[in-house]
């Protein structure tokens, strides 16, 4: 991997674009989940990417499959038991929040814990554990892929 891209992304955000620092505490759940929707989305789509080269169709078929709420829900319920008490707090805040919007082609439970698990990820974004959001999104993905070959 280049190293500009692994060692320079995230400050070069803030940096290039002179933004300022933002305390993920002192956000809503619901904006912490906004963001954490498109890092998660990133992640996703950057593993699919680096696995090959295959028709765009595809790969977005692939990650719609991961970033859809059923299979965030089922995910953070898979990591819920490896989640630290602060982990743990903000992914309750996420999925109790009052939503304006509703889930489209989701339950409402799937929809909650899936905001939920979206707000852990912005979160720990913003908070600049970066190593700590990839290790559990790298742990759910392999889980529901093992998850899903037995379905």
């Known amino acids: ?11 070069d955000i803030w940096d ?3 933004l300022k620092s933002v305390s993920p505490r002192q956000l809503s759940p619901l904006v912490l989940a906004y963001i954490g929707d ?7 789509k950057t593993k699919i990417v680096t696995a090959g080269n ?10 719609s499959s991961i970033v859809k709420a059923e299979s965030q ?13 602060e982990e743990g707090s903000v992914y309750k805040r996420g999925r109790n929040a009052k939503s304006y919007t509703s889930a489209k082609n989701a339950s409402i439970s799937d929809y909650r814990r899936a905001t939920g698990f ?18 559990l999104i790298k742990d759910a993905l392999d889980w529901l892929e093992n998850d899903n070959k037995q379905a």
């Open 1 to 11: 991997m280049e190293e500009s891209i692994k060692d320079n992304l995230t400050s």
């Open 16 to 18: 290039v674009l002179g």
């Open 38 to 44: 498109s890092i998660f989305d990133l992640v996703v």
């Open 54 to 63: 295959t028709q765009v169709n595809k790969m977005n078929r692939a990650a």
């Open 73 to 85: 829900s089922k995910m953070i319920g898979y990591l819920e038991d490896k989640l630290t008490e």
């Open 118 to 135: 979206e707000a852990l990820m912005g979160y720990l974004y913003l908070s600049g554990q970066y190593e700590r959001m990839c290790e």
